[in-house]
Structures are given as structure tokens and as C-alpha cells.
């Protein structure tokens, strides 16, 4: 099942968002009730600040229950548009 989670950044104003689309990639760490505990970014955007908002809003995010009642890690290519 796909999931879809959103996560509105902000970008610097030097930058012109329509140029401005880089990939980038988290893992993250979520317990057993779905609850996110750990991310870090795995493939950067090259700007710090963006950075923050992504693994802030990441931290905010709920999956679904594990179903052995494990810790269970995911990696996460995350597109901006």
C-alpha cells in the first residue's frame, strides 16, 4: 500500500522554486505503534534550513501499527513539487 504524507516547506527567497527541485532521501525509525522516533537524512537538499523542515515534518508523521510489535526502519525518497 502506498501512503501518501505532506509536508509544506519553505524556501529560502534566493531561490526560484520553479528551478529549485532537488530529491532528496530520509530513514526513519518508527515503534511499534507507529510513532516516528528517529530520522535523519540520508540524501540532502544542500540547504540546512530546508533540511530542518523536512525531518521536522517527518517527525510528525504516524504509520501504520507494526504487526510483530517492532521497531521497524524505512528509507524515504522524497520529491518536492
Known sequence: MLSMFLILLTLPDVLDP??????????????????????????????????RQLLAGARRWCLKKTRRGRDVTISINVDFH
Open 18 to 51: 520553479k528551478v529549485f527541485s532537488p530529491l532528496m532521501a530520509i530513514k526513519l525509525t518508527a515503534d511499534p505503534d507507529g510513532h516516528v522516533r528517529k530520522v535523519e537524512i540520508v540524501r540532502s537538499s544542500g540547504i540546512a534550513d530546508v533540511d
